[in-house]
């Protein structure tokens, strides 16, 4: 099955800063990476996603860019505010999984003012 | 006009007990998984269901067992609840085969067994 590793697990930055949130993946077969943000006692939500036959995806102060050949997608968020601080998960999904999203580990975003 | 609804949100029972959680969904998705996240955070797929179908289902205990009674609804049953259940359960739901595969998230379960 797959398998996602995300690193680093803490990250701690001065608001206006850049962050950046990498992942690795097991299953070449693979086809949709989403990235979900977390607030403490909330839902994970949503922030941007990219499929595999896409190499970089920008929304405002976020985008994703993935590399297939290396099995690794990572999250950048420029910009950086406190209103960032909150728990990040990306995850995998395609091929025979049913849909079934794996998850990274999780990254704790710190952003100080 | 909530999408992913639960009940209850919050659980606190007593070891040995029987309890269910039950997901809507309103945002005429096919397909309704649960997953648990454990206290580290770490989010892990339980069940899914297509079109009342059970698609996916991982290593879980046998106390689990997921119902779906149309499109709609999942629940989820736990028997004879173990201190290691406590957890925060999350539905979430998505068409399948479309172009984004998006899984909309419901706003959780924290089950506390004591």
């Known amino acids: 099955g797959e398998n996602v590793e995300q690193h680093p697990s803490t990250l701690s930055v001065q608001e206006g800063d850049s962050a950046v949130i990498k992942c690795t993946y097991s299953d070449s077969a693979s086809n949709y990476f989403p990235w979900y943000k977390q607030e403490l006692g909330k839902r994970p939500q949503l922030i941007i996603d990219?499929?595999?036959?896409?190499g970089e995806k920008k929304d405002q102060r976020i985008a994703v860019t993935l590399n297939k050949t290396a099995k690794h997608f990572s999250l950048h968020i420029t910009e950086t505010q406190p209103e960032d601080s909150a728990v990040y998960f990306c995850?995998?999904?395609?091929?025979?999984?049913?849909?079934?999203?794996?998850f990274g580990q999780g990254t704790i975003l710190t952003v100080h003012p | 006009d909530t999408a992913v609804s639960q009940t209850p949100k919050y659980l606190v029972t007593q070891m040995g007990n029987d309890k269910s959680i039950k997901c809507e969904q309103n945002?005429?998705?096919?397909?309704m998984y649960w997953y648990k996240q454990d206290s580290k955070k770490f989010l892990k797929i339980m069940f899914s269901y297509n079109n009342k179908e059970l698609i996916i289902n991982e290593t879980v205990p046998n106390r689990f067992s997921p119902k779906s009674p149309d499109k709609a609804h999942l629940n989820l049953h736990i028997n004879s609840l173990e201190l290691g259940d406590s957890a925060v359960y999350f539905c979430?739901?998505?068409?399948?085969?479309?172009?984004?595969?998006?899984?909309?998230f419901g706003p959780g379960t924290r089950l506390t067994v004591l």
């Open positions: 979430a739901s998505n068409r399948r085969g479309s172009s984004t595969d998006t899984q909309y």
């Open positions: 990219i499929r595999s036959n896409v």
């Open positions: 945002l005429g998705h096919d397909t």
């Open positions: 995850a995998a999904t395609g091929g025979t999984s049913y849909g079934k999203l794996t």
